[in-house]
């Protein structure tokens, strides 16, 4: 089982929709979890961290985490084409020395 | 405008070539860190550094030399590299080595012929 899995999708969704990432994760002792955004050609970005169970919100992004599942999730609304990109979810882990991260989902938001 | 700069945002060289890839943060921050990235992968971490100190290496060969001159300043040295290690590299940095908020430099994409 992988530490970290994703989706790689595309998941493709129309402009002004929900988009919703999801995230799994193996290591029930998972503290800290972010989102980062990647374009492609480009450097990933954060775009939002979350530490403890519930949602987490920040203009149009909410991050949704729940320790007892081991699943965090991004929801975007009013997805805007320039959405489009790479959401990279990385997990950190007492007692790793680095981040984890999974493998990205790919999303396309079509005009 | 990111406050991780790197250079050169763009590197081919030949297999007896050395060249060295260079990494600046101006965030105050005490942790940097080296990524690999290849297309459609995440991220892979080479090294780790803490207050100047190499605190991880992860297996790294040999032909990857990192150093960290001061707080602000990460360089990459590579010698003798293979064309799989073309790839894109990622400069980070974090407030510190337990602060997992990462911020990357634009990266810089390395050809190796």
């Known amino acids: 089982q992988k530490e970290v899995e994703q989706n790689s999708g595309p998941l493709s969704v129309p402009e002004g929709a929900i988009a919703s990432l999801n995230c799994t994760y193996s290591d029930r002792v998972s503290q800290s979890f972010f989102w980062y955004r990647q374009y492609s050609g480009k450097s990933p970005e954060l775009i939002m961290s979350i530490y403890s169970n519930g949602d987490k919100e920040d203009g149009r992004f909410t991050a949704q985490l729940n320790k007892a599942s081991q699943y965090v999730s991004l929801l975007i609304r009013d997805s805007q084409p320039s959405d489009s990109a790479t959401y990279l979810c990385a997990v950190n882990t007492p007692g790793f020395q680095k981040l984890v991260f999974g493998t990205g989902t790919r999303l396309l938001v079509s005009p | 405008d990111t406050e991780v700069t790197q250079t050169p945002k763009h590197l081919v060289m030949g297999m007896t070539n050395k060249k060295s890839l260079k990494c600046e943060q101006h965030?105050?921050?005490?942790?940097m860190y080296w990524y690999k990235q290849k297309a459609k992968k995440p991220p892979e971490l080479m090294f780790v550094y803490s207050y100047e100190k190499l605190s991880i290496n992860e297996s790294v060969p040999s032909r990857f030399s990192p150093e960290c001159p001061n707080s602000s300043l990460l360089n990459l040295h590579l010698h003798a590299l293979q064309p799989e290690d073309s790839a894109l590299y990622l400069c980070a940095s974090s407030q510190d080595r337990g602060d997992r908020e990462l911020f990357f430099g634009e990266g810089s994409r390395l050809t190796v012929l």
């Open positions: 965030m105050g921050h005490r942790a």
